[in-house]
């Protein structure tokens, strides 16, 4: 075993994962593969680069991301500290220069005792003779990893990861669709159900049908629309804006994944023979199978919040809350996430990971960032605070002669915990999570008032977090 662990990528996860480790005495070899080469996003050869918005959102206690900074504030994050100390008026979001951001975070780590910075990039698939070329797998095999290479690893990289996890291909996530909290659907208008469970039945089975599922947790919530409500809908949608793609983002979008506004604008009935198709319904406040439907799929095994079955998306975020909220059952919807559509490469976590980001088949190997499936950059960060605090503790239980370690796991009433847990533990239809309520554990107690609910889970997550021993 060597003496270092090895860190791969110097984004917002690797830097903060770096930082964890080298400050508890362990050595770290933080390979870079700037400026040799750039991503076709990044173009400044510093660490920790922010290459879209400077915004790291809400500092307010009862935002989702507001409550992921606390927590990583009280753990004594690199990236959140300097972020704070590089702040830019945003009122109440943390807002940063993104240039001063970059070089503090470098000066900091390429200063730092512990931390060795290597310009360099992973991934040998070419020249077995090829002295210039470093192999992940010989990496692995002689020391501890983690992979923290964010939406644009390389693909040299890119393949050996495949070699190592078995699978052809890593996912490439190219639309996704907006989840939105349970609490938030009018169930007054929506119905439980599965298709062609209740469609056209008796009066006296739909009655049975509907006794059947009112105490149930069904895996899909349905929204009837007459006709009227369908193409006031289907107007909004494809006149509303969206955002411009990256070329070498253009190339990655399929028609197995086609968005929803251009599906729309294929014709006015298109997506009422696709994804809002009624056949197998019957709306049960008229007894008739309706005119158009939207389905919501669970997405978490808690089924707090749901997921818009074939709404993927690249309209604005503000143009999804506006024409999505005009689906009946939605008007006051709370939308966890919104729909993306980016490149964005990532592994099936919740095949491979723990909620340690520990990779299950070869546990020298450890990955953080988006990569995993978190999304954002302070979801980057705390994953590569976790999977950094767990790379030390597994170092020096080796160190020790020990073949097996404690891994630290966060709680899952905390924002941590509870993203750690979802990209280790969600169903089969896995895609990219950020920061929200949506993910916690709910409360023992109803609370409607949003506000003073979002306090209470917050407030839990933080004295959660402080019985902690780190």
Request: negative net charge; hydrophobic residues 35%.
């Amino acid at each position: 075993m060597k003496d270092y662990v090895v860190v791969i990528g110097g984004g917002l996860a690797g830097t903060e994962a770096a930082y964890q480790i080298a400050k508890k005495g362990v050595k770290v070899k933080l390979y870079e593969m700037k400026p040799n080469r750039y991503s076709p996003a990044h173009s400044n050869q510093n660490l920790a680069e922010i290459v879209c918005s400077n915004s790291f959102k809400s500092n307010l206690h009862t935002n989702a991301c507001g409550l992921l900074k606390e927590e990583l504030r009280h753990l004594n994050s690199l990236l959140i500290n300097v972020a704070d100390t590089v702040s830019v008026p945003a009122g109440q979001a943390l807002a940063v220069d993104r240039e001063e951001f970059a070089k503090k975070i470098t000066s900091l780590l390429e200063s730092m005792e512990n931390v060795e910075v290597i310009r360099k990039e992973i991934g040998k698939v070419g020249d077995k003779n090829n002295e210039e070329e470093i192999s992940l797998l010989q990496l692995a095999e002689e020391g501890i990893v983690i992979i923290a290479t964010g939406p644009l690893t390389s693909n040299n990289l890119s393949k050996e990861i495949s070699s190592l996890i078995k699978q052809e291909r890593l996912y490439f996530y190219d639309a996704a669709a907006p989840i939105i909290e349970k609490d938030s659907i009018d169930m007054s208008i929506a119905f439980k159900g599965n298709r062609y469970e209740q469609e056209r039945g008796k009066e006296e089975e739909i009655e049975q049908w509907k006794q059947r599922i009112e105490n149930q947790e069904a895996s899909y919530i349905n929204l009837p629309m007459n006709k009227e409500e369908y193409e006031n809908f289907w107007e909004e949608l494809v006149k509303a804006e969206v955002v411009e793609l990256h070329e070498f983002e253009k190339k990655e979008i399929f028609e197995g994944c086609m968005p929803i506004e251009v599906m729309a604008k294929r014709g006015i009935d298109t997506l009422r023979f696709g994804p809002l198709k009624p056949v197998g319904f019957t709306d049960p406040r008229t007894g008739k199978r309706p005119y158009a439907v939207v389905q919501l799929r669970q997405d978490n095994k808690e089924g707090n919040i749901f997921n818009m079955v074939g709404f993927q998306t690249n309209l604005k975020f503000g143009e999804q809350k506006r024409v999505f909220s005009m689906i009946p059952g939605l008007k006051n919807a709370d939308f966890t996430k919104y729909g993306v559509m980016h490149r964005n490469t990532f592994i099936n976590s919740p095949e491979l990971l723990d909620n340690t980001y520990n990779l299950k088949i070869q546990p020298n190997i450890f990955f953080a960032g988006q990569i995993t499936g978190v999304e954002g950059y302070v979801e980057s960060i705390a994953s590569g605070l976790v999977a950094g605090i767990n790379a030390v503790e597994k170092f020096k239980a080796h160190e020790n002669g020990k073949d097996t370690y404690k891994k630290v796991v966060f709680p899952k009433e905390t924002m941590i915990g509870a993203l750690a847990e979802y990209i280790s533990t969600t169903n089969d239809n896995f895609q990219p999570m950020n920061a929200n309520f949506g993910i916690l554990p709910e409360l023992t107690e109803k609370i409607k008032d949003k506000k003073i609910r979002y306090t209470k889970i917050a407030d839990r997550a933080v004295i959660q977090l402080k019985q902690m021993e780190i």
